[in-house]
């Protein structure tokens, strides 16, 4: 993608992190709120546990040439949100919070569920990959912004924090590279070309924020438990 001008994608991103950034989620987890944490990780499991075979059936599912030829980096977005998922339990267990808690939690969360329904339509394949861009997107916000705050990071101990790590400390290409790419590529013809991809992905944006509001309530039950 270097040869495309990309900085009206980049003032998408600016965009998105402006939602992300003063939710109760996050702002509540900067202050190194365990019970937040707890929140976080309660409220978005049921995406985390299903993305990988989300991303499994989308894209084995996609029939365009041009993007059977990147199969090898999509098996590998694949398998990477698989092992992604396994440090998202990790920093569960360390918070205390054990694979049936999660699971306790998994249908408490319908916009969550909306998340991953979206996820799994296969309306077009340049809008599937669009909704991956903005999956990406915000876990890269979210780590960013939570691994800004010192309250945050001593909440955690270092295995705790991988999940958080690997998704701002990005060496080769992203997956939201990749999956940007390929959209754009599907999308050459298209006339309102950044209207769409804005769309596409603040849409998944703003559904990970509404899904957020639900943090006071989950924080508050787990100190009341403590």
């Given at each position: 993608?270097?040869h495309?001008?990309?900085?009206?994608?980049?003032?998408?991103?600016?965009?998105?992190?402006?939602?992300?950034a003063?939710?109760?989620?996050?702002?509540?987890?900067?202050r190194?709120?365990?019970?937040?944490?707890?929140?976080?990780?309660?409220?978005?499991?049921?995406?985390?546990?299903?993305?990988?075979?989300?991303?499994y059936?989308?894209?084995?599912t996609?029939?365009?040439?041009?993007?059977?030829?990147q199969?090898?980096y999509?098996?590998?977005?694949?398998?990477?949100?698989?092992?992604h998922?396994?440090?998202?339990?990790?920093?569960?267990?360390?918070?205390?919070?054990?694979?049936?808690?999660?699971?306790?939690?998994?249908?408490?969360f319908?916009?969550?569920?909306?998340?991953?329904?979206?996820?799994?339509?296969?309306?077009?394949?340049?809008?599937?990959?669009?909704?991956?861009?903005?999956?990406?997107?915000?876990?890269?916000?979210?780590?960013?912004?939570?691994?800004?705050?010192?309250?945050?990071?001593n909440?955690?101990?270092?295995k705790?924090?991988v999940?958080f790590?690997?998704?701002?400390?990005?060496t080769?290409?992203?997956?939201?590279q990749?999956?940007?790419?390929l959209?754009l590529?599907?999308?050459?013809?298209?006339v309102?070309?950044?209207?769409?991809?804005?769309?596409?992905?603040?849409?998944?944006?703003?559904m990970?924020?509404?899904a957020?509001?639900?943090?006071p309530?989950?924080?508050?039950?787990?100190?009341?438990a403590a």
């Amino acid at each position: 993608m270097a040869h495309l001008n990309l900085s009206w994608f980049h003032s998408i991103k600016r965009d998105a992190c402006q939602r992300i950034a003063p939710t109760t989620l996050v702002l509540g987890c900067k202050r190194g709120d365990k019970n937040y944490i707890r929140a976080l990780m309660v409220i978005y499991w049921k995406f985390v546990d299903e993305f990988p075979e989300i991303l499994y059936e989308q894209f084995s599912t996609m029939s365009d040439p041009v993007i059977k030829r990147q199969a090898k980096y999509l098996s590998g977005i694949t398998a990477d949100e698989k092992s992604h998922r396994h440090m998202w339990l990790e920093t569960s267990d360390f918070l205390g919070l054990s694979y049936q808690t999660l699971n306790n939690y998994r249908e408490r969360f319908p916009l969550v569920n909306k998340i991953s329904l979206r996820l799994r339509d296969t309306v077009d394949t340049a809008l599937t990959l669009l909704r991956i861009v903005g999956v990406e997107i915000v876990a890269e916000i979210l780590s960013s912004e939570l691994l800004s705050s010192d309250k945050f990071c001593n909440a955690l101990n270092e295995k705790a924090r991988v999940w958080f790590k690997v998704h701002v400390a990005h060496t080769g290409t992203t997956h939201e590279q990749i999956a940007l790419r390929l959209a754009l590529k599907e999308l050459e013809h298209e006339v309102n070309l950044q209207e769409v991809v804005m769309c596409e992905v603040l849409a998944i944006v703003d559904m990970f924020v509404d899904a957020a509001a639900s943090a006071p309530e989950i924080a508050e039950e787990f100190a009341k438990a403590a």
